[in-house]
Each structure stands twice: as C-alpha cells, then as structure tokens.
C-alpha cells in the first residue's frame, strides 16, 4: 500500500522558518522522484520541488529558489522541505507524492503551513 504523508506545518511569522517531512512507504523509495505541492487557498495545487537518486533535484517555483531546499533520507524513506524566510505568500496546505503522479495518486490531508505578516 503506497502512502506519502505530509507533516511539519505550522504557524510561522514572516521571515521564519520550517521544516516539512514526507514519510513514505510501500514501494521503493530510492528508486522514485518524490515531489512537493501546494494548493493556496482558491487556486490550483502547483509543483514546489522534486528530488530522485537519478533526477538530482529541481524547484518548479522561482519565488521558492534560494529559500527552499528540498532534501532525502533514503535510510528513512523520507522527504523533507526546508523552508527558510518564509513570506505570507507561501501559505498554503504543503503536499507529497510521486513524480509523476501514480494513476488515482492520493493525496491526503497534506499539512498546512501559515505565515502571519
């Protein structure tokens, strides 16, 4: 059973930080590019970053370069979001899953991230 879920979110001022954790399991881990999404309240879900063993890592969002940094942990089939001066505009559910999408990819409650001005 393929599970990604999203965790680290919280309620950071403007200038903060935090961390965000995707733990997988259910399929091998090293072999997979594992994404970072965001939905912002009343628009689409958007690509943040990716990283693979084979792929390296890319950032989808220039407004993220510089201040995320997406990372893994093979030994704990985890992905993480480094996320450094945070602005209100980076509010948004944060979320995790393959790259590309599995067919009928779920994708969970995601963790919520809100940056106060």
């Known amino acids: 059973d393929v599970q990604l879920q999203a965790c680290g979110g919280g309620l950071v001022q403007a200038g903060g930080f935090l961390r965000l954790s995707c733990r997988t399991s259910g399929f091998p881990f090293h072999e997979y590019i594992i994404g970072w999404f965001r939905q912002i309240p009343g628009k689409e879900r958007e690509g943040v970053a990716c990283i693979g063993d084979r792929y390296g890592s890319s950032y989808s969002l220039e407004s993220v370069k510089g201040r995320f940094t997406i990372s893994k942990d093979n030994a704990k089939n985890t992905v993480y979001l480094q996320m450094n001066s945070l602005k209100p505009e980076d509010t948004a559910v944060y979320y995790c899953?393959?790259?590309?999408?599995?067919?009928?990819?779920?994708w969970g409650q995601g963790t919520l991230v809100t940056v106060s001005s």
């Open positions: 899953n393959n790259v590309p999408l599995r067919p009928n990819a779920y």
